[in-house]
């Protein structure tokens, strides 16, 4: 009676689609709420897969006490480990999820392994989501060949983080790129939360 239990179970998971959850490696981080409520609701649905650049540690920002014991939860359980990005096949995966992650800018952003898959999932019109500023791995996937570029979200409506939230940042001076104006510049169409003071 058990084990028909088991093979029902495991049936159910691996008939599941599976979702690849992809993090910032950057000390700059990720937001460690973002990170909770992608995994949450990813794993309610999906199977999960994390993936950093190089498999590297994930360094989780803006914890608060309860964050902090998901999150240590989180880290008792093999899932845990992140795979390396750059092993990744895109074909296994029906779903992408970049969480906000402040880090991005540093490391997503220009990740070539990224720009791979998130081409590969907009050919085949997987879903493909970014939260908060996890949207600047999205300019990881621009094309550019014989001094022209392309890039895939091109007319698409996105959002993120506004110039105007940008420029507030302690660091803004040493960004390599500012996300409202990369979505301007290569014509995706710019939803901005804008303040008004």
Known sequence: ?????KSRVSVSVMSRPNCLVVCSASLEGVSAQS???????TSSAFNVQVATPDGQPI???RQDDGSRRWLNDFRGKPASQ???LE???ASVYSA???PSAPGA??????????GWIINSFMAEQKCVCAVGSGVAGLCSSLIKENGSSSWCFKGICLTGPSVNETVRQPDFAELPLIVEDFLKDHEAVYSGKYTVN
């Open 96 to 98: 992408l999820l970049i």
């Open 87 to 89: 092993s990744i096949d």
């Open 59 to 61: 360094h989780f920002v």
């Open 1 to 5: 009676h058990g084990s028909h239990f």
């Open 105 to 114: 800018l540093r490391d997503l952003a220009k990740s070539q392994h990224l």
């Open 82 to 84: 992140p795979a390396r």
């Open 35 to 41: 990170f909770i409520h992608s995994h949450t609701l």
